[in-house]
């Protein structure tokens, strides 16, 4: 006779891990050993509820609030502050979509939302008021999405975001990448996510077998922020995707607070190419309300990229770009004419 055990559906870790994230500001703080009164905290983050993976909170320091792996998460009454010229949707994205989930702003390429879901909360997120319930595409086994590839064949590349993308299954990974593999004009995967950064376990055989498996070339996106946020579990990730073929880059924000010295982006390029992995771009904060507190002035970001320009190679200095409504691509800083 067959066990009934054989019929339990077998579960990944990484999504045991996933489960398991801190969501109360109370336990994230006790974990490192700050007193959950100190001053300045939102202790109920209703409308983008705190959620941060365990691993990742192993990477803080201990007792220290201004951590700047910690302020990356932790909700704090800055937030309610209304900052002029933050708005709900400040790239207007509710009008770039072709059909629901799809945003097409660039040539050749186009942004596929698979789900809202992340494996962390970050507070500066630009999507935090996005609306992914209406918008999403699975619920017609992805048939509008993959019509509208099919109508225009100069989309050569789809970038899957989200929310996270790799917070999807493999196999509904695997359902989308099927339908993907019919249009011949598609040369690129592309995938935006944090997830090998705040959960590494992601990385996983399932998953690497998942990109063997594709014809398209698989460029990867991670996020990371700062060098704290790259330990041995991270590269080890990061090194199991370049032996897969993987292209590897990084996308990060400036953020006021937790990465914006010459110092700390110096040593962030040279973590991240430790782990095999090359800086794209350092984003300009985009302007959604509740994150006000964390912006870095154009004067003073491009002031810090001089100098990270004088401290590396070329290929270790990512392009520091602010996202402008209706541009044929992310607007360069400094601009052409300054
Ligand atoms: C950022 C973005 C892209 C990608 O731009 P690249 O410069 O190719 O990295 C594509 N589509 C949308 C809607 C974007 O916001
Ligand atoms: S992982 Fe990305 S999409 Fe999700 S909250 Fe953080 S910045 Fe936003």
């Given at each position: 006779m067959i066990?009934?055990?054989?019929?339990?559906e077998?579960?990944?870790?990484?999504?045991?891990?996933?489960a398991?994230?801190?969501?109360?500001?109370d336990?994230?703080?006790r974990?490192l050993?700050?007193?959950?009164?100190?001053?300045?905290?939102?202790?109920?983050?209703?409308?983008?509820?705190?959620?941060?993976?365990?691993?990742?909170?192993?990477?803080?320091?201990?007792?220290?609030?201004?951590?700047?792996?910690l302020?990356?998460?932790?909700?704090?009454?800055?937030?309610?502050?209304?900052g002029?010229?933050?708005?709900?949707?400040?790239?207007?994205?509710?009008?770039?979509?072709?059909?629901?989930g799809?945003?097409q702003?660039?040539k050749g390429?186009?942004?596929?939302?698979?789900?809202g879901?992340?494996?962390?909360?970050?507070?500066?997120?630009?999507?935090?008021?996005f609306?992914?319930?209406?918008?999403?595409?699975?619920?017609?086994?992805?048939?509008?999405?993959?019509?509208?590839?099919k109508q225009?064949?100069d989309?050569?590349e789809?970038?899957?975001s989200?929310?996270?993308?790799?917070?999807?299954?493999?196999?509904?990974?695997?359902t989308?990448?099927?339908?993907?593999?019919?249009l011949?004009?598609?040369?690129?995967?592309?995938?935006h996510?944090?997830?090998?950064?705040v959960?590494?376990?992601?990385?996983?055989d399932?998953?690497?077998?998942?990109?063997?498996?594709q014809?398209?070339?698989?460029?990867?996106?991670?996020?990371c922020?700062?060098?704290?946020?790259?330990d041995?579990?991270?590269?080890?990730?990061?090194?199991?995707?370049?032996?897969?073929?993987?292209?590897?880059?990084?996308?990060?924000?400036?953020?006021?607070?937790?990465?914006?010295?010459?110092a700390?982006?110096?040593?962030?390029?040279?973590?991240l190419?430790s782990?095999?992995?090359?800086?794209?771009y350092?984003h300009?904060?985009?302007?959604?309300?509740?994150?006000?507190?964390?912006e870095?002035?154009?004067?003073?970001?491009i002031?810090?990229m001089?100098?990270?320009?004088?401290?590396?190679?070329?290929?270790?200095?990512?392009?520091l770009?602010?996202?402008?409504?209706?541009?044929?691509?992310k607007?360069?800083?400094?601009?052409?004419?300054?």
């Open positions: 066990p009934r055990l054989l019929n339990v077998y579960k990944p870790a990484w999504q045991s891990i996933l398991q994230a801190v969501k109360s500001t336990e994230l703080l974990l050993e700050i007193d959950p009164a100190s001053p300045g905290i939102l202790p109920l983050a209703r409308d983008f509820p705190l959620r941060v993976p365990r691993g990742y909170i192993s990477r803080m320091a201990k007792g220290d609030i201004n951590d700047p792996l302020r990356q998460v932790l909700p704090l009454q800055d937030e309610m502050q209304e002029n010229g933050y708005l709900p949707d400040p790239l207007d994205e509710q009008h770039s979509m072709q059909v629901p799809l945003l702003k660039y390429r186009a942004l596929l939302t698979t789900t879901a992340c494996a962390v909360h970050c507070r500066y997120c630009f999507r935090r008021n609306p992914y319930n209406e918008a999403n595409p699975a619920t017609d086994n992805w048939e509008q999405t993959i019509n509208w590839i225009n064949p989309i050569k789809i970038i899957l989200g929310g996270d993308p790799l917070s999807l299954t493999d196999s509904r990974l695997q989308l990448s099927d339908r993907l593999g019919e011949p004009h598609l040369h690129t995967l592309r995938i996510t944090r997830l090998p950064i959960l590494p376990e992601r990385i996983d399932g998953f690497l077998s998942w990109v063997g498996s014809k398209q070339h698989i460029v990867m996106v991670v996020h922020n700062h060098p704290h946020e790259i041995a579990s991270v590269s080890k990730a990061m090194i199991r995707l370049k032996h897969a073929g993987v292209t590897l880059l990084n996308q990060s924000v400036l953020l006021r607070g937790i990465n914006d010295t010459a700390t982006l110096i040593r962030l390029s040279e973590t190419f782990a095999g992995v090359l800086p794209y350092l300009q904060l985009d302007r959604v309300r509740g994150a006000a507190h964390f870095v002035s154009d004067t003073t970001a002031g810090l001089e100098e990270v320009r004088a401290a590396l190679p070329g290929y270790l200095v990512p392009r770009v602010r996202e402008l409504p209706g541009e044929p691509g607007t360069e800083l400094p601009g052409r004419n300054s």
